[in-house]
């Protein structure tokens, strides 16, 4: 059974940074894309990652958020710096071109 686990959200002022991790199991090879869903908005894909770790990124994080793997550890991190209230929201992590959705971890940023 596949399962993806986030962690390390919480608060943080303007500026800081945080880094949320994505825990996999129940499954070998797998690209993933971590998303987010702001207040009151749709969810938006932020960052993905491939087996063999080339990444892309949203052009809203580009530069300031970095996302990485630990293939022995089976975790996908995503270091987010200079962070704005503008990427508060739920963040969550997803298998690429499938269904498989973590549970979510917030991330709230105040001015």
């Known amino acids: 059974q596949v399962q993806l686990v986030e962690s390390g959200g919480g608060s943080v002022q303007a500026g800081g940074s945080l880094r949320v991790s994505c825990a996999v199991s129940?499954?070998?090879?797998?690209?993933i894309n971590w998303y987010r869903q702001p207040p009151a908005k749709e969810r938006e894909w932020v960052a993905g990652?491939?087996?063999?770790?080339?990444?892309k990124y949203a052009d809203s994080v580009k530069g300031r958020f970095t996302i990485s793997r630990d293939n022995a550890r089976k975790t996908v991190y995503l270091q987010m710096n200079s962070l704005t209230p503008e990427d508060t929201a739920v963040y969550y992590c997803?298998?690429?071109?499938?269904?498989?959705w973590g549970q979510g971890t917030q991330v709230n940023v105040s001015s």
């Open positions: 129940g499954i070998r090879d797998w690209n």
């Open positions: 997803r298998i690429a071109n499938t269904d498989k």
């Open positions: 990652i491939t087996i063999g770790g080339l990444t």
